[in-house]
T-cell receptor, first 115, second 114 residues
Framework: KAGVTQTPRYLIKTRGQQVTLSCSPI?????VSWYQQTPGQGLQFLFE???????NKGNFPGRFSGRQFSNSRSEMNVSTLELGDSALYLC??????????????FGSGTRLTVV | KNQVEQSPQSLIILEGKNCTLQ??????????LRWYKQDTGRGPVSLTI?????NTKSNGRYTATLDADTKQSSLHITASQLSDSASYIC?????????????FGGGTRLMVKP
């Protein structure tokens, strides 16, 4: 059973540019959530999607957006990149909302560096 | 405000020794608490998941405890190995009308030395 796949693994972008990250969840998982991890702030929740709908959103500016497709794959977009957006972006998939014991399986992340 | 606090921030122990990591949380409404292990440059990997009714959960040499009254959890590692060197993250899940949200602790960075 394939795990959570995130692409690309590494990315270097220039300030002001925009970037799109991709996440393919475990087959059968319908929920995808995104997180930002930095040395200073640790792991922070960005948003969660279930059945193509954003269900929860963390405290991030509107430059951070996402979407989920009918096959449960998800993309995250960051526009007008800032130096502070440099981070490891992780996505996690789970079987679905309301699954009390549903495990969250994380991908290996996309390391974004903004220069 | 939903918060998860972990201690210590970092820890160095000798191979073969035991250690205990702490997690205090103020998250509501509480759904469950998870401990994850994260190797450098990799995504977190789940170790244990506990609901409010569970006091102890083991996974090999890892044993997690939960006191829902005091809102404290601990992760005990027995007979540490060099491969245990990693960050250990306490994560509390809350479920509200909008859905699920994970709140993360800052992690404890464990280094096991030979």
């Amino acid at each position: 059973k394939a795990g959570v796949t995130q692409t690309p693994r590494y990315l270097i972008k220039t300030r002001g540019q925009q970037v799109t990250l991709s996440c393919s969840p475990i087959s059968g998982h319908r929920s995808v959530s995104w997180y930002q991890q930095t040395p200073g702030q640790g792991l922070q929740f960005l948003f969660e999607y279930f059945s193509e709908t954003q269900r929860n959103k963390g405290n991030f500016p509107g430059r951070f957006s996402g979407r989920q497709f009918s096959n449960s794959r998800s993309e995250m977009n960051v526009s007008t990149l800032e130096l502070g957006d440099s981070a490891l972006y992780l996505c996690a998939s789970s079987q679905g909302q309301g699954a009390l014991m549903g495990g969250y399986t994380f991908g290996s992340g996309t390391r974004l560096t903004v220069v | 405000k939903n918060q998860v606090e972990q201690s210590p921030q970092s820890l160095i122990i000798l191979e073969g020794k035991n250690c205990t990591l702490q997690c205090n949380y103020t998250v509501s409404p509480f759904s469950n608490l998870r401990w994850y292990k994260q190797d450098t440059g990799r995504g977190p990997v789940s170790l244990t998941i506990m609901t409010f009714s569970e006091n102890t959960k083991s996974n090999g040499r890892y044993t997690a405890t939960l006191d829902a009254d005091t809102k404290q959890s601990s992760l005990h590692i027995t007979a540490s190995q060099l491969s245990d060197s990693a960050s250990y993250i306490c994560v509390v899940k809350l479920t509200n009308n909008a859905g699920n949200m994970l709140t993360f602790g800052g992690g404890t960075r464990l280094m096991v030395k030979p």
